[in-house]
């Protein structure tokens, strides 16, 4: 693969990881081979689906596995990575701690909690998947303002 | 019948089958340590075969881990060793 290609991508998810509070592994090599995953799998799949996971193909059924997964949290909170170790923790980026592989949190089984009823807000709440974002408006924004996870990432959280 | 696994020679320590994804780096490492440990080993990348073929695979694999996380090493088709668990490796093959 072209290497000017790994490159743009590599600068890019560094540039929106810092500037949102998260980082990427330190270790270049390693971060850089799991962006070229990302790549081939935008180019197999026609999205970017989490490197060490087995996509379906299927966008729907992927949408939670689409990197930022909706794992990255709280997987960052519980081991200080992610899945695929893309995004690592404060101390594991100043070397105070080592990445090591971590259990998938992934339960294809687990059904979806259904929004709660609302109590007449008048708009419906919706929740950012990747981060938690919330807002109060009609349909989502385009692009999560905070993380930028695209809209289809959205839940609602309240209904209207 | 079914896919060719890739084959790795070495010290046979048992019939040892690990399903890989190819981009997976946990994978990479997986496969760095059975080479450093000398491990006889079959491997496959379970993203690079497509169709009927991988549905075999994911059903193979979900025998050991329901998950079907990767990597997934199968020993002597009883046991099983999920994620890069470089101790546990180790111990196992050292």
Redesign the interface.
């Known amino acids: 693969m072209e290497k000017g290609k790994i490159d743009r991508l590599f600068n890019k998810l560094d540039r929106d990881a810092e500037s949102t509070g998260y980082h990427l592994n330190p270790d270049t090599p ?1 971060t850089r ?2 962006v ?3 790549i ?2 935008q180019e ?1 799949y026609g999205y970017q689906a989490c ?5 379906s193909g299927n966008q729907e059924e992927d949408l939670d596995i689409i990197c930022p997964c909706d794992y990255r949290d709280p997987d960052l909170d519980r081991y200080g990575t992610c899945y ?2 893309l995004y690592v923790d404060e101390e594991i980026l100043k070397g105070k701690k080592k990445v090591k ?4 949190r ?2 294809k089984q687990q059904e979806k909690n259904p929004a709660p009823a609302s109590s007449g807000l008048g708009y419906p709440v919706w929740r950012c998947r990747v981060c938690g974002y919330l807002c109060a408006r009609d349909n989502p924004p385009g692009v999560c303002p905070v993380c930028k996870a695209k809209k289809e990432r959205f839940e609602v959280f309240v209904e209207k | 019948m079914g896919v060719e696994k890739i084959h790795v020679s070495g010290t046979k320590k048992g019939d040892i089958m690990l399903y890989a994804l190819s981009t997976c780096q946990w994978c990479r490492k997986t496969r760095e340590l059975l080479n450093e440990l000398k491990v006889d080993y079959h491997y496959i990348d379970v993203d690079l075969v497509t169709g009927d073929d991988q549905k075999q695979l994911i059903e193979e694999i979900k025998k050991f881990n329901p998950a079907c996380s990767f990597p997934t090493m199968v020993i002597d088709e009883k046991d099983s060793i999920v994620g890069f668990d470089e101790d546990k490796i180790r111990k196992k093959f050292e």
């Open positions: 390693f081979s799991l070229k995953g990302l081939v799998n197999r490197p060490c996971r087995l996509a695929c170790s592989a971590i259990p998938e992934r339960d």
